[in-house]
């Protein structure tokens, strides 16, 4: 796992399915939800991980991301990572 690339894609997915209700459909909610538990196993195996999560330059990254493919405005979402 790419830490940081795919917890950015998870953003990106999480807040389409969000923000565009009209889109969603069951391989996208597979998708979603494995890619969770994939996260989830690869931090707790990998407690040093965590420390990326620290780093505001990839939730910057992962928010402008979302916001250029979405037409989501920045104000939308947290400031910094939940």
């Known amino acids: 796992m790419h830490t940081i690339g795919e917890l950015r894609d998870q953003v990106l997915k999480e807040h389409k399915w969000q923000h565009q209700p ?13 890619r969770r538990q994939r996260m989830i196993r690869r931090l ?11 780093d505001p330059d990839w939730w910057t990254d992962a928010c402008n991301l979302v916001s250029a493919e979405t037409g989501i405005g920045m104000d939308k979402f947290p400031r910094h990572c939940p």
Request: a positive charge; hydrophobic letters at 25%.
């Open 44 to 54: 707790n195996k990998t407690p040093s991980l965590r420390g990326c999560l620290d």
């Open 22 to 34: 009209e889109r969603r459909g069951a391989s996208w909610e597979v998708t979603i939800s494995s």
